[in-house]
């Protein structure tokens, strides 16, 4: 399949010898078969994408959008507010842009109306000329809403990946590799993020123009499909989707995209990241998608998409600093959250779902910590956001809302119990996906909901918990952890959800300092008898048993250390370190 100029020019190396028996080493570890060990060792579109006609309406889609741009209709694209809705957006009005339509976007305020299409939003768009309107990342339960527009006459696409109910909305199409009706082939590609859906479609799109003809006749060249990579890679990671299959080459490809600089809103917001070098994998996780999320979290919901689009080099700047700005007001607001959700669980130690409540929460918070309590506990957490001051909605007589956010541990699906206890009456709304929710609930039905959930999950989380375990790919003499080594194992990269990363186990060590630094890390360094030493950090450990071991108990003792060996680049020479997840005395 033709996606434009540079397909070929960005496919992969093969490395030879020891570093390549690793990598193969790595490759085996995750699953991949004997037989198709090329295909994984170097991800490419060309071997992985699909035939985006395998998922339902995806034709249909393609069709109406194709009309809508032959006869030059007004096409709005509706997305949600966190970095996969903006990604989205940005991906088809960048396509439209470069097939010379100038499309609308259209992004919700996360306080005033919420996650998901508003049927008033929607109805007002129609009525100020919209004669399409293509939904991002959201929509797939959106029936009143749907309705609402389809009554005002108005064609809306829903383009989606959260789970759906066997009774879709009405709407002109709905592409989703979740819906419960699609065909094996296309369901197997239920992990994608939106924006990888988005990215289907687009290709679906220019397919469907080049058979009208219609690059011929308006002496246009088709657009460079491979050049929206960076917005897939970027939205993919940041939504914490599945890396595996075609996650992975839309990542792989995508990040070498984003090196090139291309997007200037992109280029922007990696300078304003500080970032001296070509973004990796958790650059995009931890430095670019906060700053994107935080405009709909705590600024203006708009910020990311207009970003992501401008082709201004001094509005993107001006956006990329106001978006910086806003992540360091979401951490202070996050951190008064957190502080006062975890106050809350020492009185559901014997709960399977934390559930945490609170007046006053903001609610462009509490989805981060709701991971954040999750990655303490080891359980799915759900983390809700009361609206008003009037205590007599405990009891059901006031009309206030509570806005909740979950994240879910592998191997228990949060969405799905969600869909299931809006069916059951206990939610005004939700919705989500295996490892995220989000819900809308009256605040005396949260407890009744915390009771439902612990009943339904209980034996889900129990067996998932008690599957866990830190697998370790390979052991290591402290002499053994070198830029190089860390070099060869990220070969078999991205790594993320669904495809982790190496994990090793240096050791025997001594720890020769060991002390607190910035918010509950715990930095080390080890030394080995082999005579060598490395620097190792335990990210927000200190208040933890293993903290706590390292910090008091392990003077003079031998240890193995094990979790995530990176590269530590910000000294004159690149050094190896550890990014510490487990340790274990050794004598």
């Known amino acids: 399949m ?4 540079g397909s070929d020019a960005i496919r992969g190396t093969r490395g030879d010898g020891l570093g390549d028996d690793i990598v193969t080493q790595l490759l085996l570890s995750r699953g991949v078969s004997p037989d198709d060990l090329d295909r994984h060792r170097r991800p490419t579109l060309r071997d992985f994408l699909p035939d985006p006609s395998i998922f339902r309406d995806m034709e249909t889609a393609a069709a109406r959008l194709c009309n809508a741009i032959e006869a030059a209709e007004r096409i709005t694209i509706y997305g949600d507010y966190d970095v996969d809705g903006a990604t989205s957006a940005a991906l088809l009005v960048r396509l439209l842009r470069a097939l010379g339509v100038s499309a609308g976007h259209y992004i919700p305020d996360r306080l005033l109306e919420g996650y998901g299409p508003s049927g008033e939003a929607l109805v007002r768009l129609a009525r100020d000329g919209s004669q399409l309107i293509v939904t991002v990342d959201c929509g797939a339960m959106a029936h009143e809403a749907l309705a609402m527009a389809a009554a005002q006459g108005v064609d809306v696409i829903v383009v989606d990946h959260h789970k759906c109910s066997s009774e879709l909305p009405q709407t002109a199409a709905l592409v989703n590799p979740n819906r419960l009706d699609e065909c094996d082939e296309a369901a197997a590609h239920g992990h994608l993020a939106a924006v990888g859906v988005a990215f289907l479609l687009a290709v679906a799109v220019v397919r469907e123009l080049r058979t009208r003809g219609w690059f011929e006749r308006n002496r246009r060249q088709p657009p460079d499909l491979m050049g929206l990579l960076d917005l897939v890679a970027l939205g993919t990671v940041a939504d914490v989707a599945q890396l595996k299959g075609l996650n992975r080459a839309l990542v792989s490809q995508g990040l070498k995209i984003m090196a090139r600089r291309e997007n200037v809103g992109l280029a922007a917001l990696i300078d304003a990241s500080r970032l001296s070098r ?12 906060p700053r994107i999320n935080a405009g709909g979290r705590v600024g203006e919901a708009t910020l990311g998409v207009r970003l992501l689009t401008t082709e201004d080099p001094d509005e993107a700047r001006e956006i990329a600093a106001q978006l910086s700005q806003l992540n360091e007001e979401r951490r202070a607001i996050e951190q008064e959250v957190q502080e006062a959700a975890e106050a809350q669980i020492a009185a559901q130690h014997n709960r399977a779902v934390v559930v945490v409540a ?9 989805g981060i910590v709701a991971g954040r309590i999750k990655e303490k506990t080891g359980k799915p957490t759900l983390v809700i956001a009361l609206d008003g001051e009037d205590e007599r909605d405990a009891s059901g007589t006031g009309d206030s809302k509570g806005k909740g956010s979950g994240r879910s541990i ?3 699906d949060l969405g799905a119990a969600i869909i299931a206890a809006r069916e059951a009456g206990l939610l005004m709304a939700g919705g989500g996906h295996a490892m995220a929710c989000g819900l809308t609930i009256a605040p005396h039905q949260v407890n009744a909901l915390a009771d439902w959930l612990d009943e ?3 034996r889900d989380v129990v067996s998932a918990r008690a599957s866990q375990a830190l697998l370790l790919d390979l052991s290591l003499s402290p002499g053994g952890l070198t830029p190089a080594l860390i070099e060869t194992l990220e070969a078999a990269g991205p790594f993320g959800v669904g495809w982790p990363g190496p994990r090793v186990a240096v050791g025997p060590v001594r720890l020769v300092k060991c002390d607190i630094v910035g918010n509950d890390h715990v930095r080390m360094v080890a030394a080995g008898a082999d005579g060598r030493s490395f620097k190792a950090i335990a990210f927000r450990a200190a208040q933890s048993e293993m903290g706590q071991t390292l910090l008091h108990a392990s003077r003079g003792r031998q240890l193995w250390l094990a979790g995530r060996a990176k590269v530590d680049d910000w000294g004159s020479r ?5 990014h510490v997840e487990d340790a274990a005395f050794a004598d």
């Open 410 to 412: 592998a191997g228990v």
């Open 358 to 366: 609170g007046r006053g929460w903001h609610p462009g918070v509490i």
């Open 456 to 458: 339904r999950l209980a």
């Open 278 to 289: 070509a973004p990796t994998c958790s650059d995009l996780g931890f430095a670019l998608g």
């Open 574 to 578: 690149p050094a190896a370190e550890l």
């Open 2 to 5: 033709d996606l434009g100029a």
